[in-house]
């Protein structure tokens, strides 16, 4: 069968059009981050000027984002910490043990993905004034767990699939108990993918905004909550905008060139294997 | 056998039969703390009249559940929802579906072209939607800038009734159709190949070997990728809160934002709660449908 | 070390089928025993608990005098092989073999000595430097090996180390396993499914299938005297031929009626009684074959030919059975050409149709 010779270019041309449809925005924004005050509502925009950090300094000291900066990175290190901690036993178990109720197990915890944030966001607004955790960083970082954990059950598992346990028998019969095995034979073998899964669960503690919005406060706000308030107004500060937005996005799109084979993992393993 | 050693005997006997509780615990009582209590409690705040300023929770049965049912606007904005549901995911699973199936006829540049693709998968919806806010302001925005260029008429796309549900929709599909494109890719790459070694030896055409082999062989990702977006969708808050905030009137409100002002601009947060339960349910049956069509898919092969 | 095991059982966790079924056996101080069955069998779980990976439902395991049913695998005096792994990816070979002897606190230049000593052993001396990507698959095995060895365990357990090696390689590490058992006389415990490496290794086997174990003996014992029909067809390339038949009462005596061919019972079955429904077998090395016609032979024709390098399979249809004969491979044989089979007595199996069991008397028939 012969391919006529314009397909490949018709399949080239859409792919780039689709590319072009994430580079344009993404660059022309970034650019609106370096643009001096004056030419940021300039129409139709202007691209002949001296880039300015002006921008990120006024959003970052002026408007405090440092601190949401701050918070940001607290609340998400914070959280994925937690939920590797938490979590990654969990998938050992898993993974390894078979018994009675624990397919369904799995698949329960799996479902816990999908609560919409809503259902939880709320009775936790409510529960986190008596006891007084609303703007408090332990306190998102206890709500982000609810889908953090599943996450990182979800793909652990897949990685501890991979290893034979034999490895960690092995080691068990030549002297060691169970624990010291996991951390001297099987630790150093599956630690890329804890590196992965912290990563990737980064990635969602870092961008999430509802559960931010209704339980941070003034002192805890992350950083798509500040960016959140610049919506709605009369007369936008795009330079400022764009500025917040490129620190937002800039880690993540990092972490995606870096991770772009095991984000698969990530996001489907769990039901697809 | 002395009885320390009995002792021990037993207790190494028990941790071992036991073990995978140990592991399992920590993670378990955790999200029975954050996941599964709140869910009860929100559950049962749905039966009591509570708002931010009075907790003192008078029951009051299903009243809640009956006012948010005959409430007009939470109908229209359930519609809305199921409307944002069917053509996004529609929308997102035909172009992902589509792209992962290019990309695998090239192999110039393929890598990169696909990391490209998948960015907007990875941003937060926050910074999607205040990047396209500038992208189709009316004034500085691109896209008007463009069509004045081509010599069309500036559009306020967001505050037009007959647009901002469409351009929404758009934005939401220009996100999160590399989800799609990532579980498609994978899926595809993991296909045997010799059933299509074995196709074209008998001269079967390009469609019928999509038809006949690709798609079935598919089907359980395909269920990943529908139940994963629809799930996703059924909850959309971000991109809608910076978009537009639901407008103009009320035609891009979600179930969540609805939810959300009912809670905290109304303070009505009992009625809140039986809105989240009747979604969480609904969700539930959704999910559990899928899920159970999957796993039947899966053990069958 | 003797280890004994007394009525082992256990189930299933996730499903409570039964996995191993009432379990007794001994193994002798300084015996290679071959546990073997097909995939399933129950051998894998019985070695497993003999290691304490598995807890018994219910039974004794003892090594020497000790009762070890309970006890942590590291505290067994064991060491293991396993099928599916070999080497720690994450240390060298150097460090594999050392990493057993770390947790006993010896001295460094103790350590460096045994493991070289043992590296010697298994003749992987040069390759101690050398990472886990650096080894073949048949290295990696004798550092399992020699890690195995270098904790002078009381027993030795292997679960089928040798199943994911190439063909030749798998008989060269073999012939090596039989050399170091034979040099230093440990208890070995060997798990397969393949019977030739089953025949060749052991000093005993025990054959097993649905979590019960078939016949324990010398591999001599277990291919000529199968107690059981499970084990006649399951021990043996090519299988025994074995066919249907009822026993029928014959001018004074009793004979076999195999449904067109009859053949006579011999001496050693003296308790079978006509009308009884049994299996008559006959191993393919046992059948006599030629081409000229004789008395007391059962014409034939040739079917099919299977060269098996030095000897050659023949398919032989003969009173409507399909008789599979092994012969020299130098014999001239076509297909199509007249075959006259003859069974000699003493070769013959009779088993019961209901039960499977052996219906041979003590003692049984000598090498055919």
Known sequence: MRKPIYQPLLIYALLIFLALLVVIPLAAGALTAFKPQIIWISSPPTWNFVPTLENFEFVLIQRQNLLHLRNSLIVSTGSVTMALILGIPAAYALARFRFRGSKGLLQWLISLRMIPPIVVGLPFYVLFQTFDLRNNHFGLMLAYLTFLIPLVIWMMRGYFVEIPSAMEECAMVEGYTRLQALRKVVLPVIAPGIVATALLNFIFAWNEFFLALILGGRETSTLPVAAGTYVGRARVEWGNLFAINLIIMVPVIILTIFLRRQLTKGLALGLVD | MSTFSQLRFWFYRLTQKYTHWFFIAPALLTLLLVAIYPIVFSTGLSFFRVTFDSLQRPFVGLENFVYILTDDDYLKVFANTLLYVAVTVTGSFVLGFGVALLLRQITLGRNWLRVILIIPMTMAPMAVGLTWNWMLDPLFGLVNWFFTTVGLPIQTWLAQTATARAVVMLVDIWQWYPLVLLIMDAGLAALPRAPYEAARLEGASWWMIFRRITLPMLRPVILVALLLRTVDAFRTFDIVRVMTDGGPNLTTETLSLFLYRTAFNFNKLSRAGAGATIMLIVISIISALMFRYLYREVEQR | MKVSLNDLVKKFPASDSIAVNHVSLEINDGELMVFLGPSGCGKTTTMRMIAGLEMPDSGQIKIGE???????????????????????????????????????????????????????????????????????????????????????????????????????????????????????????????????????????????????????????????????????????????????????????????????????????????????????????????????????????????????????????????????????????????????????????????????????????????
């Open chain 3, 66 to 368: 000790r009762d070890v049913t309970f006890l942590a695998p590291k505290d067994r005096r064991v060491a293991m092989v396993f099928q599916n792994f070999s080497m720690y990816p994450s240390m060298t070979v150097f460090e594999n073999i050392a990493f057993p002897l770390q947790v006993l606190k010896l001295s460094k230049a103790e350590i460096q000595q045994q493991v070289n000593d043992a590296a010697a052993i298994v003749g992987i001396g040069h390759l101690l430097k050398r990472s886990f990507r650096q080894v073949s698959g048949g290295e990696a095995q004798r550092v399992a090996l020699a890690r195995a060895m270098v904790r002078r365990p009381e027993v030795f357990l292997m679960d089928e180390p040798l199943s994911s090696l190439d063909a030749k390689l798998r008989v060269q590490l073999r012939t090596e396993i039989k050399r170091l058992h034979q040099e230093t006389r440990s208890t070995i415990v060997f798990v397969t499914h393949d019977q030739e490496e089953a025949m060749s290794l052991g000093d005993k086997i025990v054959v097993m299938s649905k979590g019960e174990i078939q016949q324990m003996g010398t591999p001599q014992d277990v291919f000529f005297k199968p107690d059981n029909v499970f084990v006649a067809n399951f021990v043996g390339t090519p299988s025994m031929n074995i066919f249907d038949a009822t026993i029928q009462r014959a001018d004074g005596g009793l004979c076999v009626d195999l449904g067109g061919l009859t053949q006579p019972v011999p001496a050693h079955f003296p308790s079978v009684s006509a009308g009884q429904a049994v299996k008559w077998g006959v191993r393919p090395e046992a059948i006599k074959f030629s081409a000229a016609p004789s008395a007391s032979a059962v014409p034939g024709q040739v079917e099919l030919i299977e060269s098996l390098g030095s000897r050659q399979e023949v398919f032989v249809r003969a009173a409507g059975k399909l008789f599979s004969v092994i012969l020299d491979a130098l014999l001239p044989v076509r297909i199509g050409q007249s075959a006259h089979l003859r069974f000699e007595p003493d070769s013959i199996h009779l088993f019961d149709a209901q039960s499977g069991l052996s219906l041979a008397s003590k003692p049984q028939p000598k090498n055919s």
